[in-house]
Nanobody, 123 residues
Framework: VQLQASGGGLVQAGGSLRLSCAAS????????MGWFRQAPGKEREFVAA????????NYADSVKGRFTISRDNAKNTVYLQMNSLKPEDTAVYYC?????????????????WGQGTQVTVSS
């Protein structure tokens, strides 16, 4: 399974970005997709996750109400719409795939990871 993330960039505080992550290769019939991020000098942290059905989406408290995760199963693609961005959202964002479709926020549940896309929010 390969994951290709895109959509990162430089944006001013208060702006928006939309990240995409396309999965290819052999996936299970149903799987969870998640987004994580890692800022310089910090550990990787959970951002959002969505199960195959699209229900039970899960967000970190720091992004709730500002970020929205969605997916298009026909395209094997997950999206992360990020609004009202803050400088503290600056990080490399990684998409990940959980073959067990747990919807978990813990990185250990995810077997496959994308290469990461940089998001930089200027103040």
């Amino acid at each position: 399974v390969q994951l290709q993330a895109s959509g990162g960039g430089l944006v001013q505080a208060g702006g928006s970005l939309r990240l995409s992550c396309a999965a290819s290769g052999r996936t299970s019939r149903t799987y969870t997709m998640g987004w994580f991020r890692q800022a310089p000098g910090k550990e990787r942290e959970f951002v959002a996750a969505i199960r195959w059905s699209g229900s039970g989406d899960n967000y970190a408290d720091s992004v709730k109400g500002r970020f929205t995760i969605s997916r298009d199963n026909a395209k094997n693609t997950v999206y992360l719409q990020m609004n009202s961005l803050k400088p503290e959202d600056t990080a490399v964002y990684y998409c990940a795939l959980d073959l067990s479709n747990t919807g978990a926020r813990y990185s250990d549940y995810y077997e496959y990871w994308g290469q990461g896309t940089q998001v930089t929010v200027s103040s």
